[in-house]
């Protein structure tokens, strides 16, 4: 990461290992702390204790229990969605999927995390809330190439310099809502049913286990995993230590963690699904079984609108890896090979996710894989969309409720038709899909090409720093790494 050396790690035992067995090793991400305690208050940039505590306060907030509680908001935002996209069914008009997927996870988070009710489809130029999002993910790709060029030379660069990755002026708007809205939820006496009241709850030292709301059964331990919990500090009792810019980063975090990743997930399902009719037909026949009833115990328990999820989670994981450093020197099983205290270690999902190892047929898109008959066939720890161990994405519940509520919606109020006009407005080839009532999406997947392009500019500018990369090549064969040539014509080892 940056100018750190990186060890990457796809070895299924090995990641079990490392993130169970010796997750103590390993609690901890790079830094990306950064003076700005929007950022360095989030769950993702917490360390050691602070992590810890964060984490069994936060961890209680995503129970089924809990999302059961809000999952009428998400019903509400899913609703939304179909009141505007049926005018343009009825005039035949063309739907952008990543676009308003965003605009569906937006809504989502706006009303969850922030207590703020937006008109996400109408008022995208005005609303302060939405331009203000804009600008934390669309309007700083200039941001994102200073941000990864300094990274590339120094992390302490980045320091030195106060460079935000993310615009300021963001970050104040959203500083500001979060203030006001937590002054007036304090003096309100009626406790809303969203998430932002749950970390109220939790500052007020509340304990959220005592809202007696009975679990579901809603998470796939054969798909996802065991989830693992972290022990509490002894003397951390739930709420203790929370203040509020730590509500602030939470919200924040939310909002940085759910928009692009849930929002790609979902344009993604509907991509494939309008590749594939077979498997269109089938989930709707699914989701029709239960005529419209999508409440959250409900949309837990279908099995291929499951297998749909998880097999695009596979297939396109929006976190291709995830990274952590070593606490403390650590030899590696009983190879002999150690990873020195301080070093970065990358487990790669990608990889795992597309080895033809693990999955026949990486590259296809099938979601039989993930039905309750063929996960046997699944090795563990070979599948972690959601990361694995205790520091594993505490909003797994959270995006899973969201992404099978807004399929299991759209899909009933959907045909199963292939469109008659097989392009997009913008001329490339990707498939169409009509729905009910004439309504046709597209999905152009060129703003996602755009992001990958985005994204692999840091890697160019590391391949440019080539002579740094052979450093670190020696760096690790000097701990009993073999050596690999990765650039024969550049490298004399
Ligand atoms: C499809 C959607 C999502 C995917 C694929 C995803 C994936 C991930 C991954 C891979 C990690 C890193 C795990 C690790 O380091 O082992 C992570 C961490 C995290 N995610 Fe998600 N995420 C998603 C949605 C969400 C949502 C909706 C939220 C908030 C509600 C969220 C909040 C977080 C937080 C706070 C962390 C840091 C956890 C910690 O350090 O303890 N994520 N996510």
Known sequence: MGSRPTLMIADPELIKTMNIKDFHVFVNRNDFTFGDPLQDRSLFNLIGDEWKTMRSIISPTFSSGKMRSMHPIIIDCVHKLVDNLRPKAM?????????????????????????????????????????NARKVFRGNVWRIWVFSILLSISQKLIHWTGFQFIDPSAQRFFGQAVKSILAKRKSEKVQQKDYLQLMIN??????????????????????????????????????????DVDILATSFAFFVAGYETTGALLS????????????????????????????????????????????????????????????????????????????????????????????PNPEVWDPERFMPENRDQLTPYTYMPFGTGPRNCVGMRFALMEAKTAVAHLVHNAGRHKS????????????????????????CSHVLIADYILLSMPSVHYIGVHHKIERYVRLWSSHGFPQKRLFPPYYQL
């Open 202 to 243: 939790a500052l007020n030292r509340k304990n959220v286990d005592n809202d007696k709301e009975p679990e579901v059964d809603d998470l796939n331990e054969d798909i996802y995993g065991k989830t693992q919990s972290i022990e509490s500090n002894s003397n951390s009792k739930p709420g203790t230590g929370i203040t």
């Open 268 to 359: 993604l399902v509907f991509y494939n699904l309008a590749l594939n009719e077979k498997c269109q037909q089938k989930l709707y026949e699914e989701v029709n079984g239960l005529d419209g009833k999508y409440d959250y115990e409900s949309v837990s328990k279908m099995p291929y609108l499951e297998a749909c999820i998880a097999e695009t989670l596979r297939l396109y994981p929006p976190i291709g890896a995830v990274n952590r450093y070593a606490l403390e020197e650590y030899t590696i099983g009983d190879t002999g090979l150690t990873i020195p205290k301080g070093m970065m270690v990358n487990f790669d999902i990608y990889s795992l996710h597309h080895s033809p190892e693990y999955y």
């Open 420 to 443: 008659r006009r097989w392009r997009c407005r913008c001329g490339c080839h990707h498939y169409c899909q009509q729905f009910r009532n004439n309504l046709l999406w597209t999905l």
């Open 91 to 131: 005039s035949g008009e063309d739907v952008e999927m990543k676009k308003t997927m965003g605009n569906l996870t937006m809504d989502v988070i706006a009303s969850c995390a922030f207590g703020t009710k937006i008109d996400v489809y109408n008022d995208q130029k005005t609303n302060e809330f939405i331009v």
